[in-house]
């Protein structure tokens, strides 16, 4: 009997939630642009460049993120090409070996991958995260971000 009554709570929820009409802004409808939460930005000539994740922070370990290239004045996204990026800890103004990364583009002007940032010894931690791309008219540009891992 148990089992019917957990049934017939799960027909009723799955009934009640399909009658029901989200509006397309709704944060239970999952978009791109609902789900990252930019970090950093910097502008580079005439493109913006954005360092984004899920929870809008890192921490150590490792952790997920995505750069976002798009034209300032049109706010579109914009093709580049080679994108990486190095983390750079930065202890006083000394700056330690970096950790690159090579990126996977995922659609237009939106680079994801991963970094493992490891143990966290400073409190908070101070990074520098440079951008390396080729942008469309075939010039290497590099970004300078300002990161804390807390």
């Known amino acids: ?27 239970l409808v999952h978009t791109a642009d609902t789900a ?19 929870s809008g922070r890192f921490s150590a ?8 290239v798009r034209d300032q004045k049109a706010m579109t996204a914009v093709v580049v090409q080679n994108v990486s990026v190095e983390f750079r800890l930065l202890v006083g103004r ?7 990364v090579r990126l996977i583009h995922d659609a237009d002007g939106h680079y994801c991958g991963s970094v493992d940032l490891g143990r966290q ?3 908070p931690s101070n990074y520098y995260v440079f951008v390396h791309f080729m942008d469309s008219k075939g010039k290497n540009r590099k970004a300078r971000l300002g990161l804390t891992v807390k």
């Open 61 to 68: 370990g490792t952790n997920s993120f995505c750069v976002v």
């Open 121 to 123: 010894y400073y409190r």
């Open 94 to 100: 000394i700056q330690e070996t970096p950790i690159t």
């Open 1 to 27: 009997m148990l089992i019917k009554v957990s049934t017939l709570a799960a027909c009723l929820l799955f009934v009640t939630l399909d009658s029901m009409k989200l509006p397309a802004q709704s944060p």
């Open 36 to 54: 990252e939460k930019t970090i950093s930005f910097k502008r580079v000539k005439d493109l913006i460049v954005e360092l984004t994740n899920g």
